[in-house]
């Protein structure tokens, strides 16, 4: 069982912001993405380029289970929480949403490289929130507004962390 699991959408900050909390509590960092990589020997975007979003979607919970068993930080891919074993999965961690206004979304994805947000990255990040804010409440116990400095957020991170683990 990790000690948190950071969800949200696309350019939420899930991994930069889990790679800093996991350094300030000296802690182990997975993002499911590199999980996946490892699992697949292929990378997400290059996956679902070549199988399509559903195909990436049965392989993700199982990259999901492994980063879960073997890390205490661990960053998800935006979309996991669409599949309800995924889903299953967080609901027995303590998961927390990272969200922010859409207008930082989009200038924080704007120099990756993700192919579910199209040649439109604003209209895409829209319709995904429509689609998954709903998903991630349903499985994070704390939301969190993550568009401040980090180091903010990293704080507010590691105190929830904590008081869990002390109520626990």
């Given at each position: 069982?990790?000690?948190v699991?950071l969800?949200?959408l696309?350019?939420?900050?899930?991994?930069t912001t889990?790679?800093?909390?996991?350094s300030t509590?000296?802690?182990?960092f997975v993002?499911?993405?590199?999980?996946?990589?490892?699992?697949?020997?292929?990378?997400v975007?290059?996956?679902l380029?070549?199988?399509?979003?559903?195909?990436?979607?049965?392989?993700?919970?199982?990259?999901?289970?492994q980063a879960?068993?073997?890390?205490?930080?661990?960053?998800?891919?935006?979309?996991?929480?669409?599949?309800?074993?995924?889903?299953?999965?967080?609901?027995?961690e303590?998961t927390v949403?990272?969200?922010?206004?859409?207008?930082?979304?989009?200038?924080?994805v704007?120099?990756g490289?993700?192919?579910?947000?199209?040649?439109?990255?604003?209209?895409?990040?829209?319709?995904l929130?429509?689609?998954?804010?709903?998903l991630?409440?349903e499985?994070s116990?704390?939301?969190?507004?993550?568009?401040?400095?980090?180091?903010?957020?990293?704080?507010?991170?590691?105190?929830?962390?904590?008081n869990?683990?002390a109520?626990?």
């Amino acid at each position: 069982m990790a000690d948190v699991v950071l969800v949200g959408l696309p350019g939420s900050g899930k991994t930069t912001t889990g790679r800093a909390l996991a350094s300030t509590l000296e802690r182990a960092f997975v993002d499911a993405d590199d999980a996946f990589f490892d699992r697949e020997h292929v990378s997400v975007q290059d996956y679902l380029r070549a199988h399509g979003e559903s195909a990436f979607r049965e392989r993700e919970v199982q990259a999901l289970a492994q980063a879960l068993s073997g890390a205490s930080i661990v960053a998800t891919g935006g979309g996991v929480v669409t599949t309800l074993a995924a889903r299953q999965l967080l609901r027995h961690e303590l998961t927390v949403w990272l969200d922010c206004p859409d207008e930082i979304l989009v200038t924080r994805v704007l120099d990756g490289d993700r192919p579910l947000l199209d040649d439109d990255p604003a209209q895409r990040l829209s319709e995904l929130r429509r689609q998954r804010d709903s998903l991630y409440a349903e499985v994070s116990r704390f939301k969190v507004d993550s568009s401040g400095p980090l180091d903010q957020l990293v704080l507010q991170l590691r105190d929830i962390v904590e008081n869990a683990q002390a109520s626990s």
